[in-house]
């Protein structure tokens, strides 16, 4: 498909050329109070309308104020209809158009702060803004449905206990499940998800399953008679075989099993719930291969006849991720995103010819993590960043991108954005890695620069062609910003993707230093100040890179673990570790291997500052204690810092900024020296 995109560049090119731009208009850590952050949560119909979110720090709450907005896309009006702070603030997640798109609908805690495990399912008319409570269920509602006569509402809630709605000193804490722990949850309890089935007319609802295992991403036909769900059968929590499920709702027959391919189909961990084909005959899902490759497998986008159970793997020959299948509104096309190198972008996929053509261009990265395109008639509305330009949402309709929100416009066009080019270079077994390199803005290839190496988490997942704040800051600090996807990164099909499967850090961490090996041949990159540094796998990598390649000056480590025995039954990944390594007791070698840097502490010489979130249960606090401890009694110059009440991704503004702060102050400490 080829695009006029003329007021798209239009829009690049004006932040740029008519800019003032100062000496302070470079990135500061104090602009995680001025950017915003854009969510699409849903279109009308017939397009004419949309519901997105945006989320800004607010300082004196030290919070995010999220507001809800409804915008006409013809007449580019925007109406404010919820916020999430202040004295009228409101939670509210899930934001789904109702079939006449006159009202919406969204999940809940309602006003009162207090009101915890009570989300229901509320609606708003767009017409007068009155807010109604729909659900009245006696637990928290984490994921909904509504039938196209709005007579249904399949949803996936836990009851309470009573032990939640007491006030009195807590029971101590019984621990029976094989996995008794995640994060942003805690510890594990008895109560699982649940499907249930509400008639909006009678006020009643019905538990449509039990036992001990969860339910996710109910999906209700176009005709109202079924709903489709996620679960897994066996023995719940030692296993990633996740099926799609069917259940009559009218019909007291059990659910039907519909897919049974050996794989994590539809796992809840992809976002994409199954979605019905317009004449309810088929579902498009997303068939995760063999279960026991984990994240190392590829998500395809299939199509599975709902009465034969016979799967068409539309997207097995890609050798792609792929995510978010939506129908054509006559059934003939299927969209998705398609995960490339460093690219991620809208699809069109013919079932008439079997054909595919890009519908967005390559320089616009659509994350494929959660729903931000919809598809309406001659009309496309997705959410986007580039690597100049953070999200925006915007509008493609014939063969024409135009932005219809501008939230972060004032902002960007007065910073300095540092310019990105895409990077290859070999490693040592002279595979190709690729990556990208953020200069300052007023780049002089004759002056030498501070070299700033960041890794990715995941392992699996890409750095891509996206706007990223942290690389901006570095950039306007004067650091020549270094990103790559090493060996085990996601976007250049299944064989890369799985080979690091149980071998973490090993040809990985060679792949930095081959980076590193690449910046040294470029005139203008300091060999005295080189700095590295990650979050989550991206700490992993870095300590295994600063355990075997001493040239590092400083380092930032966030959120990892080294001493991979640790992790075992402190973290929620034992179902992964037994079945990417086994058991430590059957064998002890894989996990000796995988934990080298913390094993060979004594060979690391850079000076690293750890982070982590006090209540971080996908990588505990352990990990960065003791990598801590190892090079503070090594007299390596080290800190911890550690965030009260954070889990894996820091929520708080103050700590975000100070997390940024620290990162600064470390490398330009140990850089200087």
């Given amino acids: 498909m080829v695009m006029n995109q003329n007021k798209f560049i239009f829009f690049l090119v004006s932040i740029f050329i008519?800019?003032?731009?100062?000496?302070?208009?470079?990135?500061?850590?104090e602009d995680v109070y001025s950017m915003r952050s854009v969510f699409l949560s849903d279109v009308s119909n017939d397009g004419s309308g949309l519901v997105f979110i945006t989320g800004k720090a607010n300082k004196k709450e030290d919070d995010f104020r999220r507001t809800l907005y409804f915008l006409d896309t013809k007449k580019g009006k925007k109406l404010k209809?919820?916020?999430?702070?202040?004295?009228?603030?409101?939670?509210f997640s899930s934001v789904k158009f109702s079939s006449d798109s006159k009202s919406i609908y969204f999940l809940s805690s309602g006003i009162s702060e207090s009101r915890k495990n009570n989300t229901q399912v509320w609606s708003l008319n767009l017409s007068n803004r009155v807010k109604?409570?729909?659900?009245?269920?006696?637990?928290?509602?984490?994921?909904?449905?509504?039938?196209?006569?709005?007579?249904?509402?399949?949803?996936?809630?836990?009851?309470?206990?009573?032990?939640?709605?007491?006030?009195?000193?807590?029971?101590?804490?019984?621990?029976?499940?094989?996995?008794?722990?995640?994060?942003?949850?805690?510890?594990?309890?008895?109560?699982?998800?649940?499907?249930?089935?509400?008639?909006?007319?009678?006020?009643?609802?019905?538990?449509?399953?039990?036992?001990?295992?969860?339910?996710?991403?109910?999906?209700?036909?176009?005709?109202?008679?079924?709903?489709?769900?996620?679960t897994k059968e066996g023995e719940f929590d030692r296993h990633n075989d996740w099926d799609i499920f069917i259940k009559e709702i009218k019909e007291a027959k059990e659910p039907r099993k519909l897919t049974s391919n050996n794989s994590e189909?539809?796992?809840?961990?992809?976002?994409?719930?199954?979605?019905?084909?317009?004449?309810?005959?088929?579902?498009?899902?997303?068939?995760?291969?063999?279960?026991?490759?984990?994240?190392?497998?590829?998500?395809?986008?299939?199509?599975?006849?709902?009465?034969?159970?016979?799967?068409d793997f539309i997207t097995k020959d890609l050798d792609r991720n792929t995510t978010m299948p939506q129908w054509?509104?006559?059934?003939?096309?299927?969209?998705?995103?398609?995960?490339?190198?460093?690219?991620?972008?809208?699809?069109?996929?013919?079932?008439?010819?079997?054909?595919?053509?890009?519908?967005?261009?390559?320089?616009?990265?659509?994350?494929?993590?959660?729903?931000?395109?919809?598809?309406?008639?001659?009309?496309?509305?997705?959410?986007?960043?580039?690597?100049?330009?953070?999200?925006?949402?915007?509008?493609?309709?014939?063969?024409?991108?135009?932005?219809?929100?501008?939230?972060?416009e004032d902002f960007i066009k007065n910073r300095?954005?540092?310019?990105?080019?895409?990077?290859?270079?070999?490693?040592?077994?002279?595979?190709?890695?690729?990556?990208?390199?953020?200069?300052?803005?007023?780049?002089?290839?004759?002056?030498?620069?501070?070299?700033?190496?960041?890794?990715?988490?995941?392992?699996?997942?890409?750095?891509?062609?996206?706007?990223?704040?942290?690389?901006?800051?570095?950039?306007?600090?004067?650091?020549?910003?270094?990103?790559t996807n090493p060996r085990g990164s996601s976007g250049r099909g299944f064989e890369f993707q799985k080979s690091i499967f149980a071998n973490w850090g090993i040809e990985d961490s060679k792949d930095i230093s081959a980076a590193l090996d690449f910046a040294l041949d470029l005139d203008y990159i300091d060999d005295n100040k080189l700095g590295i540094g990650g979050w989550s796998y991206g700490s992993m990598l870095t300590n295994y890179v600063i355990a075997k390649d001493n040239r590092f000056h400083a380092a930032t480590s966030g959120a990892g673990i080294s001493n991979i025995l640790s992790g075992f039954g402190d973290d929620h990944y034992i179902r992964e570790y037994i079945i990417e390594m086994g058991t430590p007791w059957d064998n002890l070698d894989a996990w000796?291997?995988?934990?080298?840097?913390?094993?060979?502490?004594?060979?690391?010489?850079?000076?690293?500052?750890?982070?982590?979130?006090?209540?971080?249960?996908?990588?505990?606090?352990?990990?960065?204690?003791?990598?801590?401890?190892?090079?503070?009694?090594l007299n390596i110059p080290t800190q911890l810092i550690i965030y009260p009440d954070e889990n894996h991704g820091l929520s708080k503004p103050s700590y975000i900024k100070d997390r940024l702060d620290r990162y600064l102050d470390w490398y330009e400490k140990y850089l200087e020296e």
């Fill in 132 to 230: 109604k409570r729909v659900t009245h269920f006696d637990g928290n509602i984490t994921d909904y449905d509504v039938s196209k006569d709005e007579k249904t509402i399949a949803f996936i809630g836990v009851k309470n206990s009573e032990e939640e709605i007491s006030d009195e000193t807590p029971p101590p804490i019984v621990i029976d499940r094989y996995q008794f722990k995640r994060d942003y949850e805690g510890f594990l309890g008895k109560n699982r998800d649940h499907l249930f089935i509400f008639d909006t007319k009678s006020k009643k609802e019905e538990q449509i399953t039990s036992g001990q295992r969860d339910h996710y991403h109910p999906a209700i036909s176009p005709d109202g008679k079924n709903v489709a769900f996620m």
């Fill in 265 to 311: 189909d539809s796992s809840p961990l992809s976002g994409s719930r199954p979605q019905w084909s317009p004449d309810g005959s088929k579902i498009a899902y997303l068939h995760g291969g063999d279960h026991a490759m984990l994240w190392y497998a590829l998500q395809e986008v299939s199509i599975i006849d709902v009465e034969s159970g016979i799967t």
């Fill in 328 to 408: 054509s509104k006559n059934g003939q096309n299927i969209y998705f995103i398609l995960e490339d190198d460093m690219k991620s972008q809208l699809i069109k996929y013919s079932l008439m010819d079997n054909t595919s053509e890009e519908v967005t261009p390559e320089n616009m990265y659509l994350d494929g993590y959660s729903r931000n395109y919809y598809v309406r008639d001659d009309k496309i509305l997705f959410e986007s960043s580039t690597a100049n330009i953070p999200s925006e949402i915007y509008l493609l309709k014939e063969g024409q991108i135009d932005a219809i929100t501008t939230e972060n």
């Fill in 81 to 91: 209809l919820l916020e999430s702070l202040g004295e009228k603030g409101m939670s």
């Fill in 18 to 29: 008519f800019s003032p731009l100062h000496a302070d208009n470079s990135f500061k850590t």
């Fill in 592 to 633: 000796l291997n995988v934990s080298h840097p913390f094993l060979n502490a004594d060979d690391i010489v850079t000076p690293t500052l750890f982070l982590v979130g006090e209540k971080d249960y996908n990588v505990p606090l352990i990990g960065s204690e003791q990598m801590y401890q190892a090079l503070k009694h």
């Fill in 416 to 483: 300095l954005v540092g310019p990105t080019e895409l990077i290859s270079f070999q490693s040592f077994d002279n595979l190709v890695i690729n990556g990208m390199m953020i200069k300052p803005h007023d780049f002089d290839p004759k002056k030498k620069y501070p070299l700033m190496i960041r890794i990715h988490g995941g392992p699996v997942s890409q750095y891509g062609r996206y706007f990223d704040f942290d690389w901006q800051l570095f950039a306007s600090n004067g650091y020549v910003v270094m990103v």
